[in-house]
């Protein structure tokens, strides 16, 4: 494309994007008047609202309910501010700098218990998303004939050097499934392996200079490095654990604790904005060419709403259809913050050695999920909840996850530290 069709179709899609949005926070706005806040009792104790982002799809819901003018239907003002990296997002969080923020689920865990940084009670409001990850490997390894975790392990074994994986942070889910992957076909991580952390956005980039064979992170940075031809999809997080938990809406317990009627609002108007994402492949595609924006991921439309849309491809000719794609709502499923999900983390913490000794990981879910704060928010965006805090779920290798016995469940492995 020559710079000036590229700056034609960056003019063209600007305009459509204000123009959606413009329509919409119209029509958002309309509603405003019906605040459940309203009555004076509830009303916000901070309206304006700094919540921290890291350029990836799912930081979606939380940009459209500021886009859409759905924040101001519950009485606050979201302003999405777009973060370096996941410790960057972590300290601002424990210092007060941010509100909130999108988050990865474990970060928030790690920090409760001092694992991962400065020690600070901390609270999950909602999760985002589920599903929506992957797993890259180099071309590098695929000329060598390692295309999934099986062949992988069989390369790993029969040509002995150092391989590097990257993941995002220490206690974070692109560091558990990768592990969790790798333990499943046979290769310890703290072993086999050489582990790095890397910022999301600059994953692709660090595998285009050889600094990693892999890695795990949110899209759109497993379909950019296809779309780059420096790597292939191995495996998506879904077919590690399907509908598994991601990132959250994540602040402090000091937060929550100072302005619950501003972290209930918050809540609200993102759960709302996540129903909406999910009502139809029309605004589907309006958030991806939002969210494509440079002042957000800084990618083409084209790398958001494939895999957004469930339609998939390896990088070796491989396409299909995917049920499991990345979901924000899904009649609710999505958002509502189980405990035995949280628990799932502490688990695997314990396991790779973070956590050097159990902990009592119902008690530490119930302190951090905000589940009664996330039912009154439900009830306000009138979204349905389910009755049991508790799900179970079978991973990839046939093992079943319901929270009932963490402690067993975090020794069961075979390859743990």
Same mark, same amino acid.
């Given at each position: ?65 500021? $886009? /859409? ?5 519950? #009485?606050?003002? @979201? !302003?999405? &501010? *777009?973060?370096?990296?996941?410790? +960057? ?34 609270? $999950? /409001? ?5 599903? #929506?990850?992957? @797993? !890259?490997? &180099? *071309?590098?390894?695929?000329?060598? +004939? ?35 992957? /790798? ?235």
């Amino acid at each position: 494309m020559t710079a000036k069709a590229d700056k034609s179709s960056l003019t063209r899609r600007g305009m459509l994007k204000a123009g959606a949005a413009a329509g919409l926070a119209g029509a958002f706005s309309a509603l405003s008047t019906r605040g459940a806040w309203a009555a004076g009792s509830d009303k916000p104790e901070k309206e304006e609202v700094k919540v921290g982002f890291i350029p990836l799809t799912d930081c979606a819901s939380v940009v459209m309910a500021s $886009v /859409l003018g759905i924040d101001r239907k519950y #009485g606050i003002r @979201i !302003t999405p &501010s *777009k973060e370096a990296s996941w410790p +960057g997002v972590r300290d601002k969080l424990v210092n007060g700098e941010l509100d909130a923020a999108h988050v990865l689920y474990g970060l928030i865990y790690g920090v409760h218990l001092g694992v991962s940084g400065p020690k600070k009670d901390m609270a $999950v /409001l909602m999760t985002l998303n589920n599903n #929506g990850q992957a @797993i !890259t490997l &180099s *071309k590098k390894l695929v000329d060598k +004939g390692a295309v999934d975790g099986p062949s992988l392990a069989k390369l790993m074994k029969a040509e002995k050097r150092e391989y590097t994986f990257a993941q995002t942070f220490p206690t974070g889910t692109h560091a558990m499934w990768l592990y969790y992957w /790798l333990a499943a076909n046979g290769i310890d991580p703290m072993k086999d392996a050489k582990i790095i952390t890397v910022p999301p956005p600059q994953m692709v980039a660090n595998m285009r200079v050889g600094n990693m064979d892999g890695y795990c992170v949110g899209e759109p940075w497993g379909h950019r490095a296809i779309a780059d031809g420096i790597g292939i999809t191995a495996i998506t997080t879904q077919d590690i654990w399907r509908d598994h938990p991601e990132k959250v809406l994540g602040t402090s317990a000091e937060w929550v604790k100072k302005y619950p009627n501003t972290a209930r609002a918050l809540t609200a108007a993102v759960l709302e904005a996540s129903k909406w994402i999910d009502a139809s492949l029309s605004n589907k595609n309006k958030m991806a060419e939002t969210i494509a924006d440079k002042s957000y991921v800084n990618t083409s439309v084209d790398v958001i709403n494939q895999r957004i849309l469930g339609r998939y491809q390896n990088g070796l000719g491989k396409t299909w259809d995917d049920p499991n794609y990345m979901k924000f709502f899904n009649d609710g499923a999505v958002n509502f913050p189980y405990l035995s999900d949280g628990m799932w983390f502490l688990t695997q913490h314990k396991r790779w050695g973070l956590l050097k000794n159990d902990v009592d990981y119902l008690a530490v879910a119930k302190q951090i999920n905000q589940i009664d704060l996330y039912k009154d928010a439900a009830g306000m965006a009138k979204v349905s909840v389910p009755k049991d805090a508790m799900r179970s779920s079978k991973l990839m290798d046939g093992a079943v996850w319901d929270g009932k016995n963490p402690q067993a469940y975090a020794a069961s492995f075979n390859i743990k530290v």
